[in-house]
């Protein structure tokens, strides 16, 4: 789920009217609500719709002015993704899953910790990596002229929610329904939201909230939470890296559920989407009429993997014993399928792709160019540097100065992961290994063009120190720490003494980062660290505001609902604007 606003772009897929959902008619048993107006599907004989995919309802009139997209295809239309802050696993009460909107008492499910977007941990997988842009400053941009713009959160909103525009109430109990801006809270219907004023002043918070684009976060490989610090979360390491696969939960049993039972004229298929999911046995299950065509396979496994894309690129074959793979036959080709021993046939779903070329999506992302993204067509030649040089002239930038950029390979899937890629890597090689091994990988991949020039300082904040410390006493429990011998920070302070927390200063991000995890896992004195890394603030770019910086004071409340969400201010070493 994901509606329309400044960080979706319906253009990224080719989405009509219906916003990416498969609408079915359907005659509803019992009382039931429309998620896009919060009206009663009135009468037993009224017929309303339902997106297969989603779970989204709603009446026959509404159809018309949807906002909402479907989970299926949201994830692919994100500008620039963030990553969601995950919660530890419970039963929550009262809320709706964001990507099949069902309740989540019901199932374990998780919420982030820094908007308000709600997911079963089954759905996790399809979760929209579009949690709040908290640090969008990009050098040389003009500030004055940048506006910020609602970011809006469909349903799960406060009670007594009233729509900003039509004054009525907006909250659902029922159904996922009603939307809210993460920055300001102006809650509106999803069938009022176009009439709103596009612009965010950040409401009650105004006048302390310090605008995203003038912080930066330090660029590291670290993990969100780890970032942020969010106790309680375990974070495993693995499943966060570009070059594993990806994890594609196996749904033999809720495909078998309900509404599926395996009959005697359908089949059920064990599809892998590349060879990286076969040799990490993560399938997905689609059934099929024992009957079916090759091309009513194929687009029942396009299907399921979510891909929505020409569908006669695609093809399927059988995965035969010896790992080796056979086209499949029409007129019927599951007669001669191969099943394993009791088990289900294994289907390849397969990319037609074309040795010479292919064309890929760069986005211009952080740079913040007026383009989402450009297409560009890669050659067997074609190196990363190449692409980095094209995509600039396409943003309207300077081809030549292509050294001073990177291009990011981002995974979309579980949360943001990123990669920087070597600019000698051939483009074309590397996007039809990505193809090979996962389709449904490949597609949730993004290339994002990004200065490599970090403008940050890589601050970092410790706390549960001793108090009232001399400098030079802290320096020395710091180095034993961290295991070294020479500083490894290049300043110390400022300190605050009567609470035992300083800020210590890095000038790589390698440093900081190296620093961070060892830090956090160290205690002192039986006490346990608190370690952030600091956001920054860009001098200068908001005239007119005055914070007073109290970072001493974050330690006695660290991380209810993560540090940003509640205490994004400016880091302790920064002028005054
Ligand atoms: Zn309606
Ligand atoms: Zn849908
Ligand atoms: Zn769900
Ligand atoms: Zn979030
Ligand atoms: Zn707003
Ligand atoms: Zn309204």
Known sequence: MAAEGHNVDATLLCIGRDHGHYFQKKTFGKPTYCHHCCDKIWGMLTQGYVCEVCNFVCHEKCLKTVVSFCSG???????????????????????????CRRRTEDQLSLECEVCEYYVHVECQDLAVSD???????????????????????????????????CKKTCYSYECLAGMRCEWCGQTAHALCYRQMSPECDFGVLRKIMLPPNSVTIPRTELPMEQLLNIHGIQIDSSTRKVSSPSKITSDDVSAGSSEEKEREDTEFLRIYDGNSSLRNQVYRTASVPKTATVQQ????????????DNPESYYITQVLNNGEEEPLEDPVPLRNVKRPEGRRAQIFLRFKDDPEKAVVKVYGGWLRVPVTFCAITVTKETLVQDVISEALQSFGLDGLTWNRYNLIEVSLDRGVAERTANPQENMLQLVRNLRKDSLRRYHVVRFYVQEKEDPHDHAVFVGNLPVSLAQRQYERILLKLLGAKEKPFTAIGPIYFEYGSLVITFNTPKAATAAVQKLQNATYEDKKLIVLCLPNVQVGCYAGLLYKVELSKYPEKPMEGGYLKSCLTSSPDEDVC
């Open 73 to 99: 295809v949201a994830l692919q239309l994100i500008k620039n993704p963030v990553a969601h802050t995950w919660s530890e696993q419970g039963y929550i009460k009262r809320h709706f899953c964001c990507v």
């Open 297 to 308: 396979i194929r687009d029942a496994a396009l299907r399921r993997f979510h891909i929505q």
């Open 131 to 165: 949690c709040k842009e908290a640090a969008t400053y990009v050098p040389n941009l003009d500030k004055a002229a940048q506006k910020q713009h609602h970011h809006m959160r469909e349903g799960n909103l406060p009670r007594d929610s009233k729509c900003v525009v």
